[in-house]
């Protein structure tokens, strides 16, 4: 049994969380003031009708998205979470990850994913993430990761600022309004659609926080404003649950020049796949006439008619109305191969496939209950989190819980990770993401051939739709911890789609947590 010696802890963190206000407005904002490095973030239920119809979220602040959190290279954050949550009929529980973010420098702690890195904050308590952002810039989010918490509205962007930015020669205009949040919106709680085996099908897509439904009112949409003439780094972030949204500003290209939060050299395209977790920002003069466009975020292809998954591109000058332009055509394709990083571009290790320090096959399945696995494996949330567990002694793969789910790698190691034949995991694309970590890919969905010269760099990969895919990525092992590696479709992960790599354990085990960390798993 776990040593629990950690817990003898005060409660004194907690006073100012329980003194809070319990009132709660109810809402329809869709945007907010900006949080900064150091920010307070009440996690409350409240009711919106971000697409015309009316229920309780779980929303940071009051509002959806979540408040922008927009830091600079190198900032310390100290962001406060207190839960006040009270609508039982979703999860009163809570923890957030800080997507993207790699947590070096031993603040795996702060990773926020509930019964891996920490347990959750109970209603009415409070837990501060403290963590330095390091030399990481681009575009990032966060969200909820307990259970599918974050489909019933816990998530919004999180931007780190360069102020060197070597390609900001490229834009005029990257701030708060050049920021479009891409989700899925259900009409129904995610406690209820997480007991469904098979498609979950949203109600509606929202972009930057709002929306319309089949056979809804026409109610307003999102609006981004330009000046003809002017370059703007638009930053795309996909808060998606589910699933892909292929993204076309009617009548403009797009350079790419992101890929969650890892520079590439510019490459223009007009059609833009974005699955689940992932983030690009692209660059797209307003040089067409003043006047409307459509913003189209269509998920898995669906319509655009009626200003369904759409926003509005407006000119300086044009009226206040729906556009009237059409959709296509498309002759710039999308392909992530054509994806290469800005500096230092090469995977880690030698060349070749199978020639890492240490070579993995994760194989995607489905069990006959509706589970997902990898090699033939579902991932179970233990009863105390892996961290702990690590803290407490269990350093080795086969003394770790969930059994058959630790992968256990050394400190300072390349290894590299394939994914066969993901058509035996139903439902894909599957959005691959792994914790603490951007990884290279050097073989990509619908592609034969491996790349080990400039592949790209980015931490959530499609792991395809064909059977003959087998999807590739290499990183190094350096940064100590357990480091969660999941589907993020929500409903995949909460169906067993993941699986944890300790990363260096014999460091972890050494490594210092804050008071209040222990404090969370004796409530």
């Known amino acids: 049994m776990l040593s629990l010696s950690l817990f003898v802890l005060s409660l004194s963190f907690f006073a100012n969380a329980l003194s809070l206000p319990k009132t709660l407005r109810t809402t329809n904002v869709t945007s907010s003031a900006a949080l900064g490095p150091t920010s307070q973030l009440n996690i409350v239920n409240a009711k919106i009708a971000p697409d015309g119809f009316t229920r309780s979220a779980v929303l940071v602040n009051g509002v959806y998205p979540a408040p922008l959190i927009s830091v600079q290279k190198n900032n310390q954050l100290t962001l406060e979470v207190v839960n006040q949550l009270t609508d039982t009929t979703m999860d009163v529980e809570t923890s957030i990850h800080w997507h993207g973010i ?29 963590f330095n952002v390091g030399s990481q810039t681009g575009t990032y989010w966060y969200h909820s990761h307990y259970s599918t ?24 205009v990257d701030d708060a309004s050049t920021i479009i949040t891409l989700s899925d919106w259900y009409h129904t709680s995610a406690v209820e659609l997480g007991t469904i085996f098979g498609p979950v099908t949203a109600s509606s897509s929202l972009i930057n926080g709002l929306g319309r439904y089949s056979g809804g009112p026409t109610g307003p949409l999102a609006v981004i404003n330009v000046q003809h003439g002017l370059r703007y780094r638009f930053r795309i972030v996909s808060m998606s649950c589910d699933p892909q949204f292929n993204f076309t500003i009617d009548g403009h290209r797009m350079t790419i020049i992101e890929a969650d939060g890892n520079e590439v050299n510019p490459v223009q395209v007009d059609f833009l796949p974005i699955l689940a977790g992932q983030r690009y920002s692209v660059v797209v003069t307003a040089n067409q006439s003043v006047g409307n466009y459509w913003i189209r975020a269509s998920p898995n292809g669906n319509s655009t008619n009626g200003g369904l998954n759409s926003a509005i591109l407006r000119y300086q000058g044009a009226p206040a109305q729906d556009p009237t332009t059409t959709a296509g055509p498309y002759q710039l394709a999308f392909s992530e191969t054509n994806l290469h990083p800005l500096t230092n571009p090469a995977a880690p290790g030698v060349p070749g496939v199978g020639k890492a320090d240490k070579n993995i096959v994760l194989a995607p399945g489905l069990n006959a209950s509706g589970y997902f696995m990898f090699n033939s494996v579902s991932f179970e949330e233990p009863s105390v989190p892996v961290l702990l567990q690590i803290l407490s002694g269990a350093t080795q793969a086969s003394q770790l819980l969930p059994s058959g789910s630790i992968y256990e790698l050394p400190a300072n ?22 914790h603490g970590h951007s990884f290279s890919v050097v073989r990509s969905a619908g592609s034969t051939t491996y790349n080990y010269a400039n592949p790209v760099r980015r931490d959530v990969v499609s792991i395809g739709n064909s059977a003959t895919d087998n999807v590739t990525i290499r990183f190094t092992t350096d940064n100590p911890g357990p480091w969660f590696l999941h589907c993020h479709i929500d409903w995949h992960l909460h169906h067993g789609f993941a699986a944890v790599m300790a990363e260096a354990t014999n460091q972890v085990a050494t490594e210092h947590v804050p008071t209040d960390w222990s404090q969370l798993c004796s409530n």
């Open 102 to 130: 790699f947590q070096q420098g031993g603040t795996n702690w702060a990773d926020g994913v509930s019964w891996v890195t920490q347990c959750p904050i109970q209603p009415q308590k409070s837990f501060q993430y403290q």
């Open 413 to 434: 190691q390349v290894i590299e990770l394939s994914f066969p034949d993901p058509t035996a995991a139903l439902g894909g694309p599957h959005p691959i993401h792994l």
């Open 149 to 172: 918490q974050y489909c019933d509205g816990l998530r919004g962007p999180l931007v780190i600022y360069d102020p060197q930015d070597p390609l900001k020669y490229m834009y005029d």
